[in-house]
C-alpha cells in the first residue's frame, strides 16, 4: 500500500509557478478570435448608415435649413430664397440693388453638396413645377406658398413638404418623419 501524504500549499505569490504545460490551447484561441470577429462585424454594421438612412437625414437636414430660413426672413424682414438643382442646393438673399445675391460664407445657409447618389428631382410651388435652379422665395411677411422638393437615391425617395400655413416637414415614401410649426 501507498502512503498518502499531505503537502502545505503556500499562497505566497512568490511561490507560484506557471507549469510551461498550462496556458491556451489552439481551439480556445480560435473560439475567441470569432467572437471578436462577430462582435466587430455586428458593431461595424451599427456604425455604418445605409442609404436610406442618410436620405432621411439629408431630407430632414434640408427641411430644418428651410424652416430656419422662413424664420429668419420673418426675423429680418428680409426675404430669403432657396435654389437647388442635381446635387446641390443654395440659399439666397436680395442685395442692396434688390438683386437676388448667393449666400456665401453664412454657417447655417452656405451652399451645399448632397452625399454621393442623392439627387435633387423634381420641385414645384403651388402645384406648378419650377425649373432646376429656379428660386423658391421665403416671405418677410410670413406669408408662405406651398411647395414640395423630392430628393432620392437608388434606394428610397423623400419629400420636404412646405404648407400655405408654414408648416414645412421630411417624409420618406410618403411618412412623415419631422413636422415643424
Given at each position: ?12 505569490p512568490e511561490s507560484l509557478t506557471l507549469n510551461p504545460e ?24 451599427q456604425l455604418m448608415p445605409d442609404k436610406r438612412a442618410v ?89 408662405a406658398l406651398p411647395f414640395r422638393i423630392n430628393i432620392g ?29
Open positions: 500500500m501507498g502512503i498518502i501524504t499531505r503537502s502545505k500549499v503556500s499562497l505566497n498550462s496556458g491556451f490551447t489552439l481551439v480556445e484561441l480560435m473560439v475567441v478570435l470569432v467572437i471578436i470577429g462577430i462582435t466587430l462585424g455586428m458593431t461595424m454594421l436620405l432621411r437625414q439629408e431630407t430632414e437636414r434640408l427641411a430644418l435649413l428651410l424652416e430656419n430660413a422662413a424664420l429668419e426672413a420673418q426675423a429680418s424682414g428680409q426675404a430669403l430664397a432657396w435654389s437647388g438643382e442635381a446635387s446641390h442646393y443654395r440659399f439666397w438673399k436680395k442685395n442692396e440693388y434688390n438683386d437676388w445675391v448667393s449666400i456665401e460664407n453664412d454657417r447655417m445657409f452656405r451652399p451645399r453638396e448632397l452625399p454621393e447618389e442623392i439627387r435633387i428631382g423634381q420641385i414645384t410651388v403651388e402645384n406648378q413645377i419650377i425649373k432646376p435652379g429656379d428660386k423658391l422665395s421665403m416671405s418677410a411677411y410670413g406669408f437615391n437608388q434606394y428610397g425617395n423623400a419629400s420636404v413638404i412646405g404648407k400655405s400655413t408654414g408648416e414645412i416637414s421630411a417624409s420618406m415614401d410618403g411618412q412623415a418623419t419631422k413636422t415643424s410649426p
